[in-house]
């Protein structure tokens, strides 16, 4: 049954702020953490926990709260997400230690992270109300999320500067609350989803795998960013082991929390999911380690490596739309190719900051990497939603934002390992042949997918 109520174009443009609201809590902190240490009285070492909660928490919910939206509707699910934002952010000012606050940021990850899996579940309905192709309200959305990520640490200064920490918090307030009334005004109402008593519910909702799944994601995500100096290999050893019981309980399991067979049986998504981990590695590498050259070896001021990374941003955001066009009249797969070749090209050009790091030539080569994120991100995104099943899309969304997390994680590890001996341009020439390799590897996974047959 459909809300009568319903109007698609209002609730998309909602659904998009709500998603957006993860990627710019994701960004705004960065600004934060001298302040945190600050008014906290911590080291370097201990600040970085509340971008490290926060991450943990986005990365093992999004799987989740999409299994919920398939399961019990994306509707109610967003509603209640939005909630927890508002709630969690009108708290979290008062809070008087950093153990709370960083666990305040994981609970606004988790709050979060049911929008973008909600918003992939109604794309079907909300598009069928518009008469519009689902290609329109993805790239909405995924337009809403690169913006997000982009002028977060503008928004996240402004706010800093002017008030204070808590404002990154409280900004959220208005902004969750705005979503959520006007996704429950516009959106159409949730049908066809379980109901029922409670404890058969939770009988049915295979606790223990999804307290696995959790456990062993958290931890390979902590041994990845070596949360605990000394027990990495020991936090991976338990991942492994907890992720061979998760996969042998869901293997039997009726219904498991996420169906293994299926989802090895699904070689588009799998290649889906894959492309964009290696991807977001690629992407990651020049947003995390090209601030740091250009500070370390080009000793620019920390406003104006702002500004130089800003075109990476502002690209893709423009390039969405064209994109989405393009995909409409060509197909996903020759997009997806024709951006891997693009990265490929920029991420070589990126070899030129080697032997100069002149403004132009920085504000030129940041720019010409927004191209292909905007071209990659977008198809991908496509992709996803015609890889996955209806009935799984929530869960699906869930996987394929973790996967963003994985990329994001495993690069800035990586930058560790590169950066390790200096920050300087020979350095950054070894990240390059690096991501040169990592945008083959993405090339070759774009040449495999194909769109299932309907």
Not at 197 to 219: C, E, K, Y
């Amino acid at each position: 049954m459909t809300n009568n109520k319903s109007r698609p174009g209002l609730a998309i443009a909602a659904l998009s702020l709500g998603t957006a609201l993860n990627p710019l809590n994701s960004s705004m902190i960065a600004v934060a953490l001298v302040v945190l240490r600050e008014h906290f009285s911590l080291d370097v070492a201990t600040v970085t926990w509340v971008i490290t909660s926060f991450y943990l928490a986005s990365a093992a919910g999004q799987p989740l709260m999409g299994r919920l939206a398939d399961r019990f509707g994306p509707r109610r699910l967003f509603i209640f997400g939005m909630a927890l934002v508002a709630l969690t952010c009108a708290i979290a000012p008062f809070l008087p230690n950093f153990a709370l606050v960083c666990v305040a940021r994981a609970l606004m990850a988790v709050g979060t992270a049911t929008a973008y899996p909600s918003a992939v579940v109604m794309v079907t309905e909300l598009s069928r109300l518009a008469n519009l192709p689902p290609t329109r309200p993805l790239g909405r959305i995924q337009m809403a999320t690169t913006s997000a990520a982009a002028i977060g640490p503008v928004v996240g200064g402004l706010l800093v500067s002017l008030v204070g920490w808590q404002a990154l918090f409280a900004i959220n307030v208005p902004l969750a609350l705005i979503a959520l009334f006007a996704v429950r005004q516009t959106a159409p109402a949730d049908s066809g989803r379980e109901s029922g008593r409670l404890g058969q519910l939770v009988r049915d909702s295979d606790v223990p795998g999804i307290l696995a799944f959790i456990a062993s994601l958290m931890l390979a995500m902590m041994a990845l960013l070596n949360v605990a100096p000394g027990y990495r290999w020991y936090l991976l050893g338990a991942a492994v082991v907890i992720a061979a019981l998760f996969a042998g309980r869901e293997l039997r399991f009726k219904p498991p929390f996420l169906d293994l067979r299926l989802l090895g049986g699904n070689r588009p998504l799998l290649l889906v999911y894959l492309l964009f981990v290696v991807f977001s590695g690629v992407y990651y590498f020049a947003f995390f380690g090209l601030p740091q050259l250009l500070q370390e070896a080009g000793h620019y001021d920390a406003g104006v490596v702002g500004l130089l990374m800003l075109p990476l941003a502002a690209l893709s955001v423009v390039v969405t739309p064209v994109t989405v066009r393009k995909i409409e009249k060509h197909g996903v797969r020759p997009v997806l190719i024709a951006g891997v070749v693009v990265l490929a090209v920029a991420s070589g050009a990126l070899g030129i900051l080697t032997v100069s790091l002149w403004v132009p030539v920085v504000f030129l080569l940041t720019a010409l990497m927004g191209v292909p994120y905007g071209l990659v991100s977008t198809a991908s995104n496509q992709g996803l939603y015609v890889s996955a099943r209806p009935e799984e899309r929530g869960v699906a969304a869930g996987i394929f934002q973790t996967c963003r997390y994985l990329g994001a994680i495993t690069a800035t590890v990586l930058i560790g390992v590169f950066y390790g001996p200096g920050v300087n341009q020979a350095n950054w020439g070894l990240m390059v042949l690096v991501m040169l390799g990592l945008s083959a590897l993405v090339l070759v996974l774009a040449l495999m997918w194909r769109k299932p047959a309907v």
